[in-house]
């Protein structure tokens, strides 16, 4: 039996292209072929920087006689999760409800018509921790298709039924007000980790959403508290060893609580969105260590995640080569005090020792360390940190390098398109603009067709098979509008319009319900609807947003309404598990605050319509949408009718349908963009 995965597009289903196991992609001629032979389907569930994925691969799909038994008595198939998060969404949702928990990679067993009957996560080669092996769990499988198959159609019909109850209508929830968002704040303050920064224990995952949500709230109603829970978050993370102290960028996220110890992968929509809340950090608080965070992480994702046609990878995985022909995880990352010394001489290793808490006992694994910021390193020469982190990374440069997974995803390429574009236009680099304005480019010429529909996917300059679900309209539509307030360019609004027209047409349900993919998307046991955010927003909420921005842009009511009505499920969600909508908080907060339209116009080449427009980027009011450009031009509604001052750059601030006197001193500017206001 053939191995079919050597066409696919996806890194992780070419790593598995070489496996005794013959393989299928998700496809309707797969589930064909189950019928016709009488078997179940096997469907296994990953994605490339998943270090158990590649585990149970090494353990169980690369060996022959697994191989043998998975193909005589299934017809076997592999998602990539990144690829098809529909596919993974609907059988993810099977599996924590019949075993309370999920994760990858997922192991699912399928009748034929795609009913899963059966599931589970990573299982061993051989029992242990009181889990069955794979064999096991294969053979058993196999007995009861084959001796109760009945039973097995009774389970699957049930399964089945009680997922397609689950969809979720939020008519007359009615929007999220004062008290939900003040609840949401007390829950919140209630998980803190008033010690460590973050919320709940270990494992703990950079909130980054949620971070957003404080910031906006104290800039709405000026709790401080919000903002100390938001700045000392960051300042944690930032000082941890999630934080990669040479080479900037996060890792997933925190084995403890004390964000030590990170599981090291380098996901792409992680760096965006804490690229972007730590330059939203310093907007506020004027922190040097958010500036650098900030500007370092845009760093690392042009440097290490930029793809040669201009767009950005997915991920680095957490394993590499230790230089002794072993995977390890962390390898890459990680130092010794003996490591130190061979690259620095003895007296600068002590103090990189001191500097980034490397210990003799080591804070990882056999005597290793994750490099950290102690927080009482006390006054330090800068210059010498400099060097010592110079030749640290240049030493790592030599060591083998983490796999990186090089396809690109539509959603996190918007993510970083309004992060970076973000960065560069606080920071007075133009560059980042310029490499936000390319992958914005990659992503309209490539992902793109004529009919503004989106591919989920390319990988080198080819374009997926898989369409685009909610969140790739949602995210790709996010950074075009970032990218238009920062450049000017009112080409970006327009792009932002045909995307979100389509989230209005084919993914919104008749009471306003959002879906994750369209109307005329392939139907699978389930239309998958998730509302609530985790390593990246939701599709749901990141539509809300997007659509909320777009109608302060050009006055469309339509646009307006479907996010009004897309945060009925903040109303809900927020004030119960507020950690688990941080983005839909962020944009409740921006409909609470207006959000606020600022126009600026003058010529771009003016240095005061230049200082206009970044005092209108770094204000700090929720949502706030900035258009900048020549008096009278047509790129955006906003610079309608909207002259000059006396011959001078001007800012025009409006916000619930009444507008301020125009300003053309930076200091009224941010006075009309300040809480309160």
């Not at 934080?243 to 925190?254: H, I, K, P, T």
């Not at 004390?258 to 972007?276: G, I, Q, S, T």
């Not at 790739?472 to 327009?494: K, M």
Request: glycine share 10%; net charge negative; proline share 6%.
């Amino acid at each position: 039996m053939p191995n079919r995965l050597a066409q696919e597009t996806s890194p992780y289903l070419l790593q598995h292209a070489d496996n005794p196991v013959a393989w299928w992609p998700w496809s309707a001629e797969a589930f064909e072929e189950a019928r016709k032979r009488g078997v179940p389907v096997l469907l296994s569930v990953g994605y490339s920087s998943c270090h158990w994925c590649h585990v149970m691969a090494h353990e169980s799909f690369e060996d022959d006689d697994t191989a043998a038994y998975l193909n005589e008595h299934f017809v076997n198939v592999k998602v990539d999760r990144e690829e098809r998060p529909d596919v993974d969404a609907v059988y993810m949702e099977a599996v924590q409800a019949a075993t309370g928990q999920g994760g990858w990679p997922m192991t699912v067993f399928l009748t034929p018509d795609a009913e899963p009957f059966y599931f589970g996560t990573y299982f061993p080669p051989a029992p242990r921790h009181g889990m069955p092996s794979f064999r096991q769990v294969l053979e058993g499988v196999a007995a009861a298709w084959s001796g109760r198959r009945d039973e097995v159609a009774e389970v699957a019909g049930n399964i089945v039924r009680d997922l397609a109850g689950r969809s979720l209508a939020l008519e007359g929830q009615g929007q999220p007000g004062e008290e939900e968002l003040a609840q949401a704040l007390l829950g919140l303050t209630r998980e803190y980790d008033a010690r460590h920064g973050g919320f709940g224990g270990a494992p703990k995952f950079p909130p980054s959403m949620v971070v957003e949500f404080l910031l906006r709230h104290h800039a709405r109603t000026g709790a401080e508290g919000a903002l100390q829970m938001a700045a000392d978050t960051c300042e944690a993370m930032a000082r941890g060893g999630i934080y990669d102290q040479l080479g900037g960028g996060f890792a997933r996220y925190s084995v403890d609580r004390e964000w030590v110890v990170p599981h090291f992968e380098k996901m792409l929509y992680d760096n965006a969105l804490l690229c972007r809340v730590y330059a939203h950090v310093w907007r506020v608080t004027g922190s040097d260590l958010a500036r650098r965070v900030a500007l370092e992480t845009a760093d690392f994702m042009v440097r290490e995640l930029r793809t040669p046609e201009g767009g950005f990878a997915s991920a680095l995985d957490a394993d590499s080569d230790d230089g002794a022909g072993k995977h390890v995880e962390g390898a890459y990352y990680v130092w010794t005090p003996a490591q130190l010394t061979d690259v620095l001489g003895e007296q600068d290793a002590e103090f990189a020792a001191r500097y980034f808490g490397v210990t003799e006992e080591g804070t990882f694994e056999e005597g290793a360390s994750v490099l950290q910021l102690p927080q009482d390193a006390g006054v330090v020469d800068a210059a010498r940190v400099a060097s010592v982190r110079e030749r640290l990374l240049a030493a790592r440069e030599q060591r083998p390098r983490p796999g990186r997974d090089d396809k690109i995803v539509a959603a996190w390429n918007g993510l970083a398109v309004a992060a970076l574009a973000e960065v560069g236009g606080y920071f007075d680099r133009p560059d980042l603009v310029e490499r936000a304005t390319e992958a914005a480019d990659l992503l309209v010429r490539l992902h793109m067709d004529a009919g503004a529909r989106l591919a989920r996917t390319s990988k080198d300059g080819h374009t997926g098979a898989n369409a685009g679900v909610l969140e790739d309209y949602a995210n790709v539509a996010e950074g075009f509008l970032a990218l238009a307030a920062v450049s000017g360019e009112g080409a970006w609004l327009e792009f932002a319009g045909f995307l979100l027209d389509i989230v209005l047409d084919q993914f919104t349900g008749p009471e306003g319900q959002l879906y994750d993919t369209a109307h005329d998307a392939e139907q699978l046991i389930r239309r998958p609807q998730d509302p609530t955010d985790n390593a990246a927003p939701s599709g749901w909420t990141a539509a809300a947003g997007a659509l909320l921005s777009y109608a302060a842009h050009t006055g469309s009511e339509a646009h307006r309404t479907a996010a009004e009505g897309a945060l009925g499920v903040v109303k809900a969600i927020g004030p119960r598990a507020p950690r688990f909508i941080g983005w839909g908080l962020a944009v409740a907060e921006a409909l609470l605050d207006g959000p606020r339209e600022v126009a600026v116009v003058g010529a771009p080449d003016d240095p005061e319509a230049r200082k206009l427009h970044r005092a209108a980027l770094l204000g700090a009011a929720p949502g706030a949408v900035v258009a900048a450009g020549e008096p009278g031009g047509g790129e955006f509604p906003l610079l309608v009718d909207r002259p000059l001052v006396d011959g001078r750059p001007a800012a025009y601030v409006c916000r619930h349908f009444v507008c301020a006197a125009p300003v053309t001193e930076v200091e009224d500017l941010r006075r009309e963009l300040t809480p309160g206001r």
